[in-house]
């Protein structure tokens, strides 16, 4: 009698030696260092952006953390922490842009969102994002977005505005989160602003 097929295999091995169930995500086998050193390697804009380096998902996650943090000062850690987070499943599962997401509709969508609860879980932080969090990290996600476009990824101001609406001022030391670092420079900053936020909380 035959034997009936495995399951197809729905986990990734991490460097750390972690196996996450991509289905049923266990708090337990996830590490800050698997998160930081899988966000540096994934470009954001498909790798389609200006410079020697690939401007990674480490790197959009400081500015957004920076963003937000600018415009609503009195967050707390927790807070800011959930927002440097907020891109985290990225990981695992890859930066598909917008459109694809689109197309993919609510399967990544799901994927998404249970990696990012047991994530959350596993820093001691509430499952689901606070709804007044979620907005103010989508500002500031969407001002990123924009500053991104422009000024790395091609895009026109006017097909900027299009897509993603007026951006705010920001102040140099936020932008300066613009420049492209090597995987190596962004993985250490991501992971220093985690430990600053991460302590403080």
Known sequence: MARAP???????????????????????????????????????????????HSFS???????????????????????????????????VIGDMISPFKVVMGDAYKSVENRLLAAIHLRFGLPAATPAMLKRGTKEADTIAAFFEATRLAGFAREEALKFFGRPQALPAEVLAWLEPLDTETAQARFLARFGELAGAA
């Open 6 to 52: 495995e399951p197809p295999r729905a986990w990734q091995r991490m460097l750390s030696g972690r196996r996450l169930d991509l289905l049923d995500p266990s708090p337990l086998d996830i590490e800050i260092e698997d998160i930081a050193h899988g966000l540096a390697r994934v470009a954001r804009w498909n790798g389609q952006t200006r410079g020697a």
């Open 57 to 91: 998902v480490a790197q959009h996650c400081l500015l957004v953390e920076a963003i937000a943090g600018h415009l609503n000062p009195g967050w707390s850690e927790d807070w800011r922490l959930m927002a440097l987070l907020h891109d985290a499943p990225e990981y």
